[in-house]
């Protein structure tokens, strides 16, 4: 799977647009499975792999980072890789590099003796196994960016349960985080990214509301759907009082598409220039017209049948005879993403739910051989990106996400990717310690 992702994302369209992307440095991380008690992944710079707006994506804003995953042994400790007698990694301290940032006793981490040089022996032991088997992976992967445990200096070094909390200080204004669901989802699906957002920012003036207005109907039109979740948000903040500072939103799935409509809508015009991060988990910003799985387009397609979805079929582009007339296309057209000063896309090429492509907003080779609705697609990707470019305070970025997942009927069809960056907690945690925190900073 994976080498039929690096070989296919080598083409000369894609190579064309990687190289006139200038990536900005970004950190490489450990990104863990669900089924597994310790993952190693890794991070290098990727390519973007889009073959439309060769000239005109400029580079400063765009960073690919790209996480790959490998079982490691029993052995391996959570936090720095580095062995008590072996240098630190250029760059860092030795000091920096063998304290966990979190600065939690040992324990936390593994069992500790009671004797000193039983715990020195037992930990110098675990640290030679998870060395060996980290530079096994790396050699095996060819890899030749940063693994997680390489990194010293994380995203936040605040303790998850600070010792003296101060009372928070509202008078500047409180940071808004909106969390949307996906299809069938609920106001709950998000709650594990609200818990290490809140664990490793506190203090960090944040207000979280967990959208429910569409839980109960997740097969609407888009149009109903963003006019629950502007009322929702706009109610909110009347109820509450809040005096507003910032507003992000997290997304999972469809619920990207709500986030972006809501946007366009004249009454959240006031709230534009206040928008700070959005966070898309697996967001089907492009639909769903490539997906590469007959499987599952086969069962969305029954769904939309049987329930009557009108979201599924915007999804699809079949909600009008005239590509550029359906929903996603004219959404495209619209502004929004450029007023964030952050543009997170999470994707993975594990969840065949979302097509890869469309979660990181780029061209694919089954849109480039489509002489009917390849041009309309290509259009969509430039009608996106082209404002994010332009936009001198906007920053994309893309997070590309391997998950060591358990040979399953989910895995197969690839939901549990798709809800593996909802429930993984593993995943998460390492995500914002490393680099998910900034954007909410």
């Known amino acids: 799977m994976q080498e039929d992702f690096y070989s296919s994302s080598r083409t000369s369209g894609e190579e064309s647009l990687s190289q006139s992307i200038k990536l900005v440095p970004d950190f490489c991380y450990r990104v863990p499975a669900p089924s597994e008690t310790s993952t190693e992944f890794g991070s290098m710079q990727g390519e973007c792999g889009s073959s439309l707006a060769d000239e005109t994506l400029e580079s400063r804003k765009t960073v690919d980072v790209v996480n790959l995953s490998v079982s490691c042994t029993a052995t391996c400790l959570p936090f720095s890789s580095v062995l008590k007698e072996t240098p630190a990694v250029v760059g860092f301290s030795a000091k920096q590099a063998v304290i966990?940032?979190?600065?939690?006793?040992?324990?936390?981490?593994?069992?500790?003796?009671?004797?000193?040089?039983?715990?020195?022996?037992?930990?110098?032991?675990?640290?030679?196994n998870f060395y060996?088997?980290?530079?096994?992976?790396?050699?095996?992967?060819?890899?030749?960016?940063?693994?997680?445990?390489?990194v010293s200096v994380l995203a936040s070094d605040i303790p998850y349960f600070p010792p003296e909390e101060e009372e928070e200080n509202l008078e500047d204004g409180i940071?808004?985080?909106?969390?949307?669901?996906?299809?069938d989802g609920n106001s709950a699906d998000l709650r594990l990214v609200k818990t290490f957002i809140e664990l490793g920012l506190p203090g960090g003036k944040l207000d979280f509301l967990m959208s429910?207005?569409?839980?109960?109907?997740?097969?609407?039109?888009?149009?109903?759907?963003?006019?629950?979740?502007?009322?929702?948000?706009?109610?909110?903040?009347?109820?509450?009082?809040?005096?507003?500072?910032?507003?992000?939103?997290?997304?999972?799935?469809?619920?990207?598409?709500?986030?972006?409509?809501?946007?366009?809508?004249?009454?959240?015009?006031?709230y534009l220039n206040k928008l700070h991060t959005f966070l898309s988990l697996s967001g089907p910003h492009l639909g769903t017209l490539y997906n590469n799985s007959t499987l599952v387009s086969t069962g969305l397609w029954l769904m939309q049948k049987?329930?009557?979805?009108?979201?599924?079929?915007?999804?699809?582009?079949?909600?009008?005879?005239?590509?550029?007339?359906?929903?996603?296309?004219?959404?495209?057209?619209?502004?929004?993403?450029?007023?964030?000063?952050?543009?997170?896309?999470?994707?993975?090429?594990?969840?065949?739910?979302?097509?890869?492509?469309?979660?990181?907003?780029?061209?694919?080779?089954?849109a480039l051989k489509d002489r009917h609705a390849g041009p309309v697609y290509a259009e969509m990707i430039n009608n996106l990106l082209q404002p994010l470019i332009g936009a001198k305070d906007c920053t994309l970025i893309?997070?590309?996400?391997?998950?060591?997942?358990?040979?399953?009927?989910?895995?197969?069809?690839?939901?549990?990717?798709?809800?593996?960056?909802?429930?993984?907690?593993?995943?998460?945690?390492?995500?914002?310690?490393?680099?998910?925190?900034?954007?909410f900073k």
């Not at 979190?102 to 032991?125: A, C, I, K, Y």
């Not at 060996?132 to 390489?150: N, R």
């Not at 296309?329 to 896309?345: D, P």
Request: hydrophobic content about 40%.
């Open 100 to 128: 966990p940032i979190t600065r939690q006793p040992l324990g936390s981490f593994g069992v500790v003796s009671s004797n000193s040089d039983e715990m020195d022996e037992e930990t110098n032991e675990r640290m030679l």
């Open 132 to 150: 060996q088997a980290k530079e096994k992976f790396k050699k095996e992967m060819k890899i030749e960016g940063f693994l997680y445990s390489d």
């Open 175 to 183: 940071h808004l985080v909106v969390c949307v669901h996906g299809l």
């Open 212 to 270: 429910e207005r569409n839980q109960t109907d997740t097969f609407a039109d888009f149009d109903t759907m963003t006019d629950r979740l502007l009322d929702e948000i706009i109610q909110h903040i009347q109820l509450y009082n809040l005096s507003i500072s910032r507003i992000s939103f997290i997304g999972h799935s469809l619920g990207n598409v709500i986030i972006r409509s809501v946007l366009t809508r004249p009454r959240f015009r006031y």
């Open 306 to 366: 049987l329930k009557k979805s009108g979201s599924l079929l915007q999804l699809t582009f079949r909600d009008n005879a005239d590509l550029r007339k359906c929903f996603l296309y004219q959404l495209s057209q619209k502004t929004g993403l450029q007023y964030f000063k952050n543009v997170v896309l999470v994707a993975s090429p594990q969840d065949r739910y979302v097509p890869f492509h469309s979660a990181r907003i780029e061209m694919c080779k089954n």
């Open 398 to 439: 893309r997070h590309n996400v391997f998950h060591a997942l358990p040979n399953t009927a989910n895995t197969l069809i690839g939901r549990a990717a798709h809800i593996a960056v909802l429930d993984s907690e593993l995943f998460l945690e390492k995500f914002f310690l490393v680099a998910g925190l900034n954007y």
